[in-house]
């Protein structure tokens, strides 16, 4: 409690220097990503908003619940326009396979150079082409650089930085997250900023949902972009600790049955 207490007023003085927002919780944020695809197990704590920044991120502490690793740090870039769902794995951080989420693995890509050792790459079937040039080798340095042990994940569009929870933890760490998020800004925008997905279509955009991902600049521009259905979400799978899990749920369930079957048994014929 101690930290948390210590986390909460450093973020909050953080804010207040700067200008930011500051919200002490958010439930159930209304934000898409694999974290996110049920809100309803998610809080976000000591949220620092600085969205109507020239270089706009938010920043909170996330408790996971029902989660083996229930917290960690996350921070949220806007980016110039949608781009299909994909996944940056850190093959030393490991923060989203430390939270039971994994990845079909048909979807893998291997990335370019040295950097396999260093990254795992995940997109859509039939989108690898598109997450090279999204993901080239100098971005990859970049963040090898600026955010190691981090798994990152565009959705939509928005940049997801999944840390470890002991980041930005010392003082003077969340200054420098400030500089970090605009060098991140700096190079995702000039490898998305002309990113267009000729799969999608103007009649996509009938779809509510879809326009409200969209960005005013984006509407006025070339009339809205979307990314192609196949292209919107990655798929995941269950893993071998989900699968023992639910096997040892499913034999707990079968044993409280019969036991109480035995016992209405009991109570009915036992007497006799």
Not at 69 to 78: D, S
Not at 245 to 260: D, Q, R, S, T
Request: hydrophobic share 45%; aromatic share 8%.
């Amino acid at each position: 409690m101690r930290g948390a207490r210590a986390s909460t007023a450093h973020a909050r003085e953080f804010c207040a220097e700067r200008g930011y927002s500051f919200r002490a919780s958010l439930l159930n944020p209304p934000i898409s990503g694999l974290l996110f695809r049920n809100p309803k197990n998610v809080v976000m704590r000591d949220v620092v908003d600085a969205l109507s920044t020239d270089a706009p991120f938010l920043y909170a502490r996330v408790s996971a619940r029902g989660r083996p690793l229930r917290r960690l740090k996350l921070i949220m870039l806007p980016l110039p326009r949608p781009l299909p769902n994909m996944v940056l794995l850190s093959t030393t951080g490991n923060v989203l396979k430390r939270l039971g989420i994994a990845l079909q693995e048909s979807q893998r890509l291997g990335v370019e150079g040295d950097f396999h050792s260093v990254f795992t790459l995940y997109c859509p079937s039939a989108y690898e082409v598109d997450a090279l040039y999204v993901f080239s080798p100098d971005l990859l340095g970049r963040i090898m650089d600026a955010a190691a042990g981090c798994d990152l994940e565009i959705v939509d569009n928005r940049l997801l930085i999944y840390a470890p929870a002991h980041a930005f933890s010392k003082p003077g760490q969340l200054a420098a997250l400030v500089g970090l998020v605009a060098h991140l800004h700096e190079k995702f925008d000039r490898q998305t900023r002309r990113y267009r997905d000729e799969r999608g279509s103007d009649a996509a955009l009938e779809d509510p949902f879809l326009r409200a991902q969209l960005t005013a600049t984006e509407t006025r521009s070339e009339h809205g972009h979307v990314v192609g259905t196949h292209g919107r979400r990655l798929r995941t799978r269950t893993t071998a600790a989900q699968k023992a899990g639910i096997a040892l749920a499913v034999i707990l369930a079968l044993c409280a049955a019969g036991y109480w079957a035995g016992m209405v048994v009991t109570a009915l014929f036992g007497a006799g």
